[in-house]
């Protein structure tokens, strides 16, 4: 055979296995794509179509939903990372719903916590701002947990200040942010971690050139690109040092054959996109050699600028806000440097029209403004009930007292009862039939308590005319009935704690009852074989209370013809801990609602109740409303404090 017929026979093989492999990733990130969304049928059908390999596999074991290291679940998240076309909102609820950290380790799960990480840095840069802040406060939470003098706690601690740096740098603090950053790279470097310092110098070049710095910026870069070949693997902040530096070896000028090189690599990495705005800005630059800007049009196949501008456009679509800003604002840069000024302006319209949407500093003061005056308005109804809640508080006082005066008299009559029957020698088995007896007396009569405490709330209520101070009353009458059911329990139970599952199943009977509807309500319980004391079944009881009655305000109020259904499961975890689902299928709580911010009291109560029994909370907004509460009994808690 000839050499030029072997020459052709190998680039047709070429061609073929290229195609094959490209064809192998457009089937990966549809199967991504579908596993995110959760269907996996569709996955499963462009997953056969795929070569085995390691990550096939990986993909394969989260379709047939087997267990996965966090390790494993790491490596899925680092490719989701590269992906411009996913929605990271459904990326981040696959995490929160998914992704669980060993609890088996008594040090930091390090590959779950680089996994929140990433999610949160992901969800900055698409602008999603209040979802990255409030995984930063989780992930935040997880770590207070561990001990201090864990090698890992140190290292977590300061990669978790990239979040408040990148927001110094958003709020233009610019002096705080890179305080902060040299405070967390002389960290780094104390931890001779080279991938540590890779960050937070990536961060503090950026405060650099809003100082004007420019040399000292391509240093710094300079510094950043040298250490990256330290590391076994490329950083998550590899190609974002890349387009730094470029940017400033762009601007500077010269160094041309290092500029090719460089966005050579960009170009080829899974952030192709953002070296367009980098090719657009060589053609701002009056000095760049003509020669340079034909190879790259010819590159791209354009005749000129204007065409390679909108072939750019139209690649970039999937960019995140700020990358599509700085396209469209470096195309109108380069358009007009090279003649085309009516398209020049329209293309720096449409930037400013984009920033303006998502950034505005006009629609930052409006909201500012919105929200003094609703604290304003929310004050003056405060001043308005104050003389109301000072009645109320001052009822709810006194009876309090007197309560605790009998829980008082009846524990000395206990311990005086017990005294005489251990100086008259009875027997042991009578002594504790009688103490039983006496204990069960105590529950009897907290119990009536309650109930004069719930009639003296309903009589107080009818002096009052004012809808919302009513409101509180009633909200107060509620949950001391949910108190006096724990101690009915209790009185009619054998032992010292009550069955969770009896109870649930009378609480929500008498919640139905006050809360009657023209729509039926179905009410699923899943708690078997689930035993509390009082001091896990009161702060439990209250939080189950608050939600399932905002359940039936305010869930099934806007359904039609659709069946309403409210289930309460709690599950028992390992260590002494339960998990309590509180689950409907209502019309879920507005996107725009904060519950760390809410000024409801029923909800400030169950946040006080959650921390007291050293809980964990989680609202999940998927078909209704999902409440997760992790929790320890009271054993458990007992030796932490």
């Keep these: 055979m000839k050499i030029p017929q072997i020459i052709f026979l190998f680039f047709i093989c070429f061609a073929t296995y290229s195609q094959s492999e490209n064809e192998d990733d457009k089937n990966i990130e549809k199967v991504e794509k579908y596993i995110i969304k959760g269907q996996l049928d569709s996955a499963t059908i462009f997953l056969s179509k795929t070569a085995v390999n390691p990550y096939q596999t990986l993909l394969k074991k989260i379709i047939d939903k087997r267990r996965l290291s966090t390790l494993e679940y790491y490596q899925f998240t680092l490719k989701l990372a590269d992906r411009e076309r996913l929605n990271y909102l459904d990326v981040s609820d696959f995490i929160n719903t998914n992704v669980k950290y060993d609890e088996s380790l008594e040090k930091i799960d390090v590959h779950y916590f680089d996994i929140k990480w990433i999610q949160i840095s992901r969800l900055r840069d698409e602008a999603y701002l209040d979802e990255a802040s409030l995984e930063q406060n989780k992930l935040e939470s997880y770590i207070s947990e561990f001990n201090k003098k864990d090698k890992n706690f140190l290292w977590a601690t300061t990669k978790l200040k990239t979040h408040p740096i990148v927001m110094f740098l958003i ?14 790279l002389k960290i780094a470097k104390d931890l001779e971690d080279a991938e540590l310092q890779i960050i937070f110098l990536n961060h503090y070049s950026d405060f650099l050139i809003f100082e004007g710095k420019f040399q000292e910026y391509i240093d710094v870069t300079e510094e950043s690109l040298a250490l990256e070949e330290l590391l076994p693997e490329k950083s998550t902040y590899y190609y974002t040092t890349i387009s730094h530096l470029l940017d400033a070896y762009i601007y500077k000028g010269g160094n041309n054959k290092k500029v090719i090189e460089l966005l050579d690599i960009l170009y080829k990495s899974p952030y192709k996109s953002n070296s367009y705005s980098l090719y657009l800005m060589i053609f701002t630059k009056k000095e760049t050699p003509l020669q340079l800007k034909n190879e790259i049009l010819k590159k791209f196949d354009a005749q000129n600028v204007l065409e390679l501008v909108n072939k750019f456009k139209v690649l970039g679509q999937n960019l995140n806000s700020n990358d599509l800003f700085r396209l469209l604002n470096m195309g109108s840069k380069a358009l007009e440097r090279n003649g085309f000024i009516e398209k020049a302006l329209e293309y720096k319209d449409e930037a400013i029209f984009l920033t303006r949407k998502i950034y505005s500093e006009d629609l930052s003061k409006s909201l500012a403004k919105y929200k003094t005056e609703q604290a304003i308005k929310d ?64 529950h009897h009569r907290v119990k009536n308590n309650f109930q004069v405490i719930e009639s003296l709330l309903e009589f107080q209520s009818e002096e009052i005319e004012d809808e919302k101070a009513i409101k509180l009353f009633n909200d107060g009458k509620n949950r001391v009935k949910s108190m006096a059911l724990i101690h009915q329990k209790l009185y009619n139970n054998q032992g010292d704690s009550i069955d969770f ?16 509807s023209e729509k039926e309500v179905i009410k699923v319980i899943k708690v078997k074989n689930i035993f509390f004391d009082v001091d896990t079944a009161i702060p439990l009881g209250l939080i189950i209370n608050e939600i399932v009655t905002n359940t039936y305000k305010y869930a099934f109020k806007d359904k039609k013809n659709e069946i309403n259904r409210i289930s309460i499961e ?15 299928n209502g019309i879920g709580i507005p996107d725009d609602f904060n519950i760390e911010t809410s000024k409801s009291v029923g909800l400030k109560l169950v ?15 998927k078909l209704g409303t999902r409440f997760e509460l992790t929790f320890k009994d009271s054993s458990i808690r007992n030796q932490i404090e």
């Design 171 to 184: 709020e233009k603090s610019f002096e705080k942010g890179k305080k902060l950053s040299l405070e967390c």
């Design 379 to 442: 004050k003056e109804e405060e001043i308005t009930l104050e003389k109301d809640k000072t009645k109320l508080y001052t009822v709810i006082s006194v009876l309090s007292l007197v309560l605790l005066i009998i829980m008082l008299l009846i524990l000395i009559k206990i311990r005086r009862q017990s005294k005489e029957l251990s100086e008259k020698n009875l027997i042991i088995n009578d002594a504790l039939d009688e103490k039983e007896l006496l204990i069960k007396e105590v």
């Design 501 to 516: 599952n009896d109870y649930l199943i009378s609480l929500l009977n008498e919640i139905s009852f006050i809360n009657q």
């Design 570 to 584: 709690i599950e028992k975890q390992k260590k002494a801990s339960y998990k309590l689902i509180i689950e409907d």
């Design 607 to 621: 946040k006080r109740l959650i921390k007291q029994l050293h809980g964990s909370f989680q609202l999940i907004r």
